[in-house]
């Protein structure tokens, strides 16, 4: 992006006319806007057609190739924003989407973090692991999952269903370089942190992360506090490696009100652990992920042939009980819309962070001598570096995302 550019106040203005490529729009109002430009809601004249225009200060060629590529995937099936056109108005590339409702980060926001039950979350984690289904098969990383660029579509006629939007950092997955800097640091996977090879499992590290937050209502982004330097060093153990807080993701069971629950608590977290596995070699892939009790389980599954023909509206899905998953096809239907009955555990008590048995588990292995003997193994390999990343966690905790 040219910094010129992004320090120049944008020219667009509300009743602006925008000549694209398959029509033109009249700007409205606008939605927001970024270091990268504004989001603009149009209207295409001579239709009834509403589109987000995101306005670039700059070429924003790596996001119009990623969406290209997208284009060869139906992007309702996959949970992906629709494109509809990229377009140059002056110095800035003009790109139209779907119109969607409000990001995850502001539904969060405006409920304060009140953790979601389960069944949401389920609901939720569905359609994104299918989201990553879909990148997968077009060799595509997103790079830059987080709360804000997960979209509610309408949450009062189709309660969380959502989309993936924003894929300006998006990368092929035989691109993507090593020591690459990407993720926001909330939700950045530990092979990122230590710039080691990486590809499509940094995307199901942060999705986990996600769902983490989603369910606890912690959001590390909230970490800062007026304490002394001295206090602060204490508490993230800059000077004493005992005071750094790690608890086990398992006191989300214990954690869990509604006794009824527990066992789908107990498959959340489990699906959760395979998620956020340290070594990405271990990570689980989103097409075993959608395959995991926590979707099949005794659980409601959508019947075949549940698409309509527009487009524009989502599939109306019937449910029957299914002991047993299905084979997943390679356009994944979304499971049946969230249950109302699990509304007394949003009276949650408040839930603690981080994987302490990943943490513990990881940290036996590497001062076993099994490990210190492995001499045969290459030095760009993922067990050469497990000493290493404990050694940034204890140093900077702030750096792995799940914690206090």
């Not at 990553?132 to 660029?149: A, E, F, Q, T, Y």
């Not at 997960?150 to 309660?159: A, F, H, N, T």
């Amino acid at each position: 992006m040219d910094s010129s550019l992004s320090d120049t106040p944008c020219e667009v203005r509300e009743g602006f006319i925008l000549l694209g490529r398959k029509g033109v729009y009249k700007v409205e109002k606008f939605l927001g806007e970024g270091s990268y430009g504004k989001v603009a809601k149009c209207k295409k004249l001579g239709t009834d057609q509403v589109v987000a225009i995101k306005i670039i200060w700059g070429s924003g060629q790596m996001e119009i190739n990623a969406l290209e590529e997208l284009s060869q995937i139906n992007a309702d099936d996959h949970n992906l924003v629709k494109f509809v056109e990229s377009f140059k108005y002056k110095k800035y590339t003009c790109i139209a989407f779907e119109v969607l409702d409000q990001s995850l980060l502001d539904f969060m926001e405006k409920r304060d973090f009140h953790p979601l039950t389960v069944e949401e979350i389920r609901t939720i984690a569905w359609q994104l692991i299918v989201a990553l289904k879909g990148l997968k098969s077009v060799n595509l990383v997103h790079c830059d999952i987080k709360l804000d660029n997960i979209m509610l579509v309408d949450q009062v006629s189709e309660p969380f269903r959502v989309k993936l939007i924003d894929f300006g950092l998006a990368e092929k997955i035989g691109h993507m370089r090593t020591g690459a800097t990407m993720q926001n640091i909330c939700y950045r996977a530990p092979e990122v942190i230590l710039g080691l090879p990486l590809d499509q499992s940094v995307d199901l590290w942060t999705v986990g992360y996600i769902l983490f937050v989603l369910y606890t209502g912690k959001n590390s982004q909230d970490v800062w506090k007026l304490d002394t330097p001295q206090e602060q060093s204490k508490k993230k153990g800059r000077l004493v490696e005992d005071n750094i807080p790690f608890w086990s993701c398992d006191q989300l069971i214990h954690s869990c009100l509604d006794k009824t629950k527990i066992k789908e608590v107990e498959q959340f977290v489990d699906l959760l652990k395979r998620m956020l596995m340290v070594d990405p070699s271990k990570r689980i892939s989103p097409s075993e992920a959608l395959q995991h009790p926590f979707f099949t389980m005794g659980r409601v599954q959508p019947t075949a042939g549940t698409h309509t023909t527009n487009p524009e509206e989502p599939p109306a899905v019937e449910v029957h009980l299914q002991p047993e998953a299905k084979e997943v096809t390679n356009t994944p239907q979304r499971p049946a819309a969230v249950s109302q009955e699990c509304s007394s555990m949003k009276k949650k008590p408040e839930l603690i962070s981080t994987l302490n048995d990943m943490i513990k588990q990881a940290r036996s292995t590497l001062f076993s001598k099994t490990y210190f003997n492995e001499q045969k193994k290459p030095q760009n390999s993922f067990q050469h570096h497990k000493y290493t990343y404990i050694t940034v966690l204890l140093s900077t905790p702030q750096s792995f995302p799940i914690r206090l």
